[in-house]
């Protein structure tokens, strides 16, 4: 039982209408690692610079996270500069310094090419098709993209499409991948090239998961204080991926609860800057919101005028 | 059992990405009795000129709704030219021509008065109070409002809201007159002005009812062909109060499924221009996709890992 990713692990100065953080924890592999870690045993493949704070690392091993695969190099981390408005849907850049993650290739350790779980977090599709090539027989291998990649490393992006097992992917992004306006047919066209599972992220109204013929669709968490939506895509992958690792099954029903253990884990991140929310995620507080997930969806399969007769008659 | 709607009878030209109507047939009351009217008896109130087509008057008859409320005047009726792109949640104006609207006061015959289930649509809050005092003991009276109401008439607008039981009000809306960018919050703020009931609509992401503590989030339907959504919000409400008057309930889980039912009859609308896709709707259509609505959104309560054993240790 394991889980791995590759992604980036950054310091994020972000704005939104509810305060600020400047240098903080993030990053993809932070964000999906501190979800996943409530589920199994991750591990963990990215770079950070020698000005990464000690505190980081720890919260990280805190939580079982193996660091084998945690390339430390001379110079700056990975830093992302953004801001939010109302509209916390839609992040604004303002400057991006990749620092040592320009040069980063993922090196993927001996003690972690048996990883049953993959996540291929946002980078170079290039270096997403290195990651596939090391590893040995996952049961599931999911990557997550953004319009970045769809513009400028289409081909590569689609070679990767083609191998992995499961997208995650955003509504504006699988628009602009597949061309097509229609979230539906967009999924159906993206599982003809090749993965048999599509997840679309939807921010703030929740997700779709299509498995198969089987398509499912949750609301977002309902929230009273979103403060910073940065990194919910991310928890969101580690709460999935996390889930599935522990059942060790995708089946049907346990994509669908995954799919809701992803939601509730994106729903702590965002009451908080940087990785504050998801530190205070706990699995009782899990389950709690996965059971009140089910509470706030449930339609009733047989509403009363489901029967014929209290409908009326003649029509 | 019956249901009163208040609103517009238009012929709307509406383009698309997806082919165009000429003076067809829409308007709230026409929308939402052709709805409800699989559910209940409907009375309709509004006005038409004399320019208004017989079909469009056929059309209802033969949907059983009483038309004693129909106002015929000298004159054109309400038309609307709007467009949409491809994101079809929203609706651009090109031009709006009351005709004989500009001067509609509603008059609620006798055999109405008694009219359970009251809908009051988008139109001048001033008109919707004119309405509330002709009715006598309605069990649920619901509102739609609009943005131009909510600038140009709010302090009419907050009486009406006062007065209600339901808001039927869309998430840009209920944001704008609260001034409350969280939707929970913003719902909160507006039960506590008076209406027990509300449901927030969210276009192709579905909608969220209120319902004293109780909140129920549903996706919408999920379509795979969105040709036309003129006329969902209206579609929705007689979906929602047709239910309703069926039960002669306003029970919570009544109220999910009659926002179901909304959702469902919303779908059918959004299919084809005007009203040819709710004309195509019957009750066995209708409870196909309630079934289907409670398959895509079922949460399994009891997922494995809700219990405590299956999530790692020492978390």
């Not at 589920?39 to 493949?45: C, S, Y």
């Not at 090749?194 to 929740?206: A, D, F, M, T, W």
């Not at 991926?241 to 809701?260: E, K, M, Q, T, W």
């Amino acid at each position: 039982m394991s889980s791995l990713v590759v992604g980036s692990v950054a310091l994020d100065t972000v704005e939104t209408p509810y305060g600020r953080a400047d240098d903080a924890l993030g990053g993809t592999a932070v964000y999906f690692s501190l979800a996943a870690s409530l589920f199994t045993a991750v591990q963990l493949v990215g770079v950070v610079g020698d000005d990464f704070p000690e505190s980081g690392i720890e919260l990280l091993r805190s939580r079982g996270v193996d660091l084998a695969g945690l390339q430390r190099r001379q110079g700056e981390t990975f830093r992302w500069v953004g801001e939010y408005h109302h509209d916390m849907n839609v992040a604004h850049t303002l400057d991006t310094r990749l620092n040592v993650f320009e040069t980063f290739h993922p090196t993927i350790p001996e003690s972690y090419r048996d990883a049953e779980f993959v996540f291929l977090g946002n980078i170079d599709p290039e270096l997403q098709l290195e990651v596939l090539r090391q590893v040995r027989q996952p049961k599931l291998t999911t990557l997550d993209t953004m319009n970045f990649w769809i513009e400028r490393k289409r081909d590569a992006l689609t070679e990767v499409i083609q191998r992995v097992d499961a997208v995650l992917i955003n509504d504006a992004e699988i628009r602009e991948y597949t061309g097509c306006y229609n979230v539906l047919k967009a999924a159906s066209q993206l599982q003809d090239a090749g993965p048999r599972y599509i997840i679309v992220k939807r921010g703030e109204y929740g997700a779709i998961l299509f498995a198969g013929d089987d398509i499912f669709l949750v609301p977002a968490f309902p929230t009273w204080d979103v403060r910073d939506t940065t990194g919910a895509g991310d928890s969101f992958a580690g709460g999935f991926l996390g889930y599935l690792d522990r059942c060790s099954s995708v089946n049907p029903p346990d994509l669908r609860a995954a799919v809701v253990y992803g939601t509730v884990l994106a729903s702590f991140t965002v009451e908080d800057f940087s990785v504050r929310g998801l530190e205070r995620a706990d699995s009782a507080g899990m389950h709690e919101r996965y059971g009140r997930m089910a509470a706030i969806t449930r339609v009733d399969a047989a509403a009363p005028t489901v029967q014929r007769d209290l409908v009326r008659e003649g029509v």
